[in-house]
């Protein structure tokens, strides 16, 4: 069965940084491009980050580009992302999602999502 | 301001049939696959339709999928009350290199 369970989500201040994780199992996440989506409470979906299956492309939202770097660890089987300069807007819930077709991406799986809270 | 426009909410009877509409650009839409997800309240999306048109193993025929030129379309038929969710489609926009998803539809089955 595929699983995809995030972590790491917590109330942070402006400014700060966290780093959300995303345990994968039930497939050859090798072999899986892997994406960040968020949901800001109340709100519709926001994409986040693409990486390829072996990390070498990365793709950002422009509302966290430079902020924000996804990247993974495939003898982990674990997706990440590191969030910097964190501002009220980036408050929401984080899923990750797994994308079958890196060329016409998708998403066929998603985690349950984690809360990421920005106040101070 | 989502780059892909939905309408915000939508209702119908149950056994009806609905359509909900996804407009979008020649940078998204128009050069990409298009696929739709339902979120029922309090969960995550789930993948309703993939490549436009193409629904995973456990979708039932009531959903379909279509597309033309810059716009797509999501199609419920024999509406139920477990359909009540917001469903949202989503592509790859080519120009920002990033995914981009519509606002949203609010279904509501009544």
């Known amino acids: 069965e595929v699983q995809l369970v995030e972590s790491g989500g917590g109330l942070v201040q402006p400014g700060g940084s966290l780093r959300l994780s995303c345990a994968a199992s039930?497939?050859?996440?090798?072999?899986?491009?892997m994406h960040w989506v968020r949901q800001a409470p109340g709100k519709g979906l926001e994409y986040v980050s693409a990486?390829?299956?072996?990390?070498?492309?990365?793709y950002y939202a422009n509302s966290v580009k430079g902020r924000f770097t996804i990247s993974r660890d495939n003898s982990k089987n674990t997706l990440y992302l590191q969030m910097g300069s964190l501002r009220p807007e980036d408050m929401a819930v984080y899923y990750c999602?797994?994308?079958?077709?890196?060329?016409?991406?998708?998403?066929?799986?998603w985690g349950q999502g984690t809360l990421v809270t920005v106040s101070s | 301001q989502s780059v892909l426009t939905q309408p915000p909410s939508l209702s119908a009877a149950p056994g009806q049939k609905v359509t909900i509409s996804c407009s979008g650009s020649s940078s998204n839409i128009g050069k990409n696959y298009v696929s739709w997800y339902q979120q029922l309240p309090g969960t995550a999306p789930k993948l309703l339709i993939y490549?436009?048109?193409k629904r995973p193993s456990g979708i039932p025929d009531r959903f379909s999928g279509s597309k033309s030129a810059t716009s797509a379309t999501l199609g419920i038929t024999g509406l139920q009350t477990g359909d009540e969710a917001d469903y949202y489609c989503g592509t790859w926009d080519s120009s920002l290199s990033a995914g981009v998803f519509g606002g949203g539809t609010q279904l509501t089955v009544l």
């Open positions: 999602a797994r994308d079958p077709n890196w060329n016409y991406p998708h998403f066929d799986y």
């Open positions: 039930g497939f050859t996440f090798s072999t899986y491009s």
């Open positions: 490549d436009n048109n």
């Open positions: 990486i390829s299956s072996d990390g070498g492309s990365t």
